[in-house]
């Protein structure tokens, strides 16, 4: 199976206790290409890049990790968008952004965005976030819903993510109209009650489950003994809690190695209740330790192997 996650990587400073700011690199689609690489899944990321020396580091380092690194276009001139991560004493995060000329904004609209756009069209499963979404202006996005529609007519399947950020947007009713236009094209829908409630008010739930039965969904939220899942695919509705409280030290891409976790588990043919507790499991490990991405000694053995890769 041929998937691909879309988005953007930045230049991420962690700020730690003491003040001080430790680089990397970190986006919420990127952190799931990661964790599905570090879980047997072939997983290209389909990107943009500058043609400076951080872009030269994030490439280089996805490699390493085993991503593919095909779809990644590289605009001269151009670099990447850079962020600061701040972590309060219960492990929560807020993101401080500088991202407006970032190469990635520009996937779909500069030259080569047709080659991007064909190429997409042929893999087997499409990731993209609420992010991903607002990188690429109204005009980006028409080209990318035409992409993913085309790739489900040739029998390929989308995820989404909701992972709303507003500060991403600059106009909440644009935001909707696009998270309701990809809700729409989504074979399998990853949701948090918060970021519904923050799109949609107390009827955001009604705007996913109105897809239930064409689409797989997993709806996540809080309960007083700890994260639950709740998964929904056919007639099925089960509720699937996560496992022993773990130490939250950093919750920071807890959703994105939950998805990852979720689809390589679905990839490899677990049913999707199980495929949850796989989730559940990977996401413990990550917000055990500081970051988006945790040491590869710590990454908990998946429950199955992926299937060989095709011919």
């Not at 972590?87 to 401080?96: K, V």
């Not at 949609?200 to 007083?224: M, N, P, T, W, Y």
């Not at 509720?239 to 679905?266: E, H, I, K, N, Q």
Request: proline residues 5%.
């Amino acid at each position: 199976m041929r998937v691909a996650c879309i988005g953007e990587c930045m230049v991420e400073l962690s700020e730690r206790p003491d003040g001080t700011l430790v680089p990397g690199f970190g986006g919420d689609t990127l952190n799931t290409a990661l964790y599905l690489a570090r879980l047997g899944v072939r997983v290209d990321y389909v990107t943009a890049l500058g043609d400076d020396v951080w872009s030269d580091a994030m490439a280089a380092a996805w490699g390493r990790e085993g991503i593919g690194l095909d779809r990644v276009r590289r605009l001269p001139g151009r670099m990447p968008g850079l962020y600061i991560i701040r972590t309060d004493a219960a492990g929560e995060r807020s993101f401080h952004y500088w991202r407006d000329r970032a190469a990635a904004r520009d996937l779909f609209t500069e030259p080569g965005a047709a080659e991007t756009e064909a190429a997409l069209a042929g893999y087997d499963l499409v990731y993209l976030s609420g992010i991903s979404l607002s990188l690429y202006g109204e005009t980006g996005r028409a080209t990318l819903f035409g992409t993913l529609a085309r790739l489900r007519d040739r029998g390929g399947r989308v995820a989404f993510d909701t992972n709303y950020r507003p500060r991403g947007w600059p106009d909440h009713d644009e935001a909707r109209a696009a998270f309701r236009a990809a809700l729409a094209l989504a074979d399998l829908i990853f949701a948090s009650a918060e970021d519904l409630d923050w799109l949609f008010g107390a009827a955001g739930a009604d705007e996913v489950l109105r897809h239930r039965g064409r689409a797989e969904i997993v709806l996540k939220a809080s309960s007083g003994s700890g994260p639950v899942a709740r998964v929904l695919h056919g007639a099925a509705d089960t509720a699937v809690p996560a496992g022993p409280a773990v130490r939250v030290v950093d919750t920071t891409a807890a959703g994105d190695s939950f998805a990852a976790g979720y689809l390589a588990a679905r990839i490899a043919g677990l049913a999707p209740e199980a495929a949850a507790g796989e989730a559940h499991r990977l996401a413990g490990a990550v917000i055990g330790h500081r970051g988006a991405v945790i040491p590869r000694d710590a990454m908990p053995a998946p429950a199955v192997r992926q299937p060989a890769p095709d011919a």
